[in-house]
Antibody, heavy 120, light 108 residues
Framework: QVLLQESGPGLVKPSGTLSLTCTVS????????WSWIRQPPGKGLEWIGR???????NYNPSLQSRVTISLDASKNQFSLKLDSVTAADTAVYYC??????????????WGQGTLVTISS | SSEVTQDPAVSVALGQTVRITCQGD??????ASWYQQKPGQAPVLVSY???NRPSGIPDRFSGSSSGDTAFLTITGTQAEDEADYYC???????????FGGGTKLTVL
């Protein structure tokens, strides 16, 4: 069973940097694509980006100028950094594994999510 | 990236069949995946690919597609199926992923 656990500060000041880490257990981080997804309170899901151990990284164009996703295979972790945050970045942030195939990409395992609030 | 759209809300009588839709150009090239999300919980994958269902998901959930539209059908809807449902798929480039806005399913 694959388990994912998000960790990081729950409160970030406006204009600061949001930093989260996802620790994966039950699977090698080299085996799949991995992704960050967020959900503002009362709103829908938004894909942030994905990474693969080979160095492939793709970002949502709407966030690309502010976001960095990285992977540490030695720790079986991947991370998210979001710069210049505003109140609009307040959301539950999820990490997830992507089950990737030629004609589909499904998020088959999710972390429990962590609420990050942007406030002074 | 391309968009996929969903109806904001759908209702169904207990025990009846409901079809939730997801529409977008990229669905002509790629399959949708479907997620169920209950309040305060992480989403759960319920259908993916052409006709796939993860282990542990009841067989009353089924996915299908036609043209630019994907469907999640729930046959014999149960009270516990009341939830938000989201679709996702690749965009036209194949490298980016997109979510629909979600459909709130009410079981009457």
């Amino acid at each position: 069973q694959v388990l994912l656990q998000e960790s990081g500060p729950g409160l970030v000041k406006p204009s600061g940097t949001l930093s989260l880490t996802c620790t994966v257990s039950g699977a090698s981080i080299r085996s799949s694509y991995w992704s960050w997804i967020r959900q503002p309170p009362g709103k829908g899901l938004e894909w942030i980006g994905r990474t693969y151990h080979s160095g492939i990284i793709n970002y949502n164009p709407s966030l690309q100028s502010r976001v960095t996703i990285s992977l540490d295979a030695s720790k079986n972790q991947f991370s998210l950094k979001l710069d210049s945050v505003t109140a609009a970045d307040t959301a539950v942030y999820y990490c997830a594994r992507i089950q990737d195939a030629e004609y589909e990409a499904a998020f088959d395992s999710w972390g429990q999510g962590t609420l990050v609030t942007i406030s002074s | 990236s391309s968009e996929v759209t969903q109806d904001p809300a759908v209702s169904v009588a207990l025990g009846q069949t409901v079809r939730i839709t997801c529409q977008g150009d990229s669905l002509r090239s790629y399959y949708a995946s479907w997620y169920q999300q209950k309040p305060g919980q992480a989403p759960v994958l319920v259908s993916y690919g052409k006709h796939n269902r993860p282990s542990g998901i009841p067989d009353r959930f089924s996915g299908s597609s036609s043209g630019d539209t994907a469907f999640l059908t729930i046959t014999g809807t149960q009270a516990e199926d009341e939830a938000d449902y989201y679709c996702n798929c690749r965009d036209k480039t194949g490298d980016l992923l997109v979510f629909g806005g979600g459909t709130k399913l009410t079981v009457l």
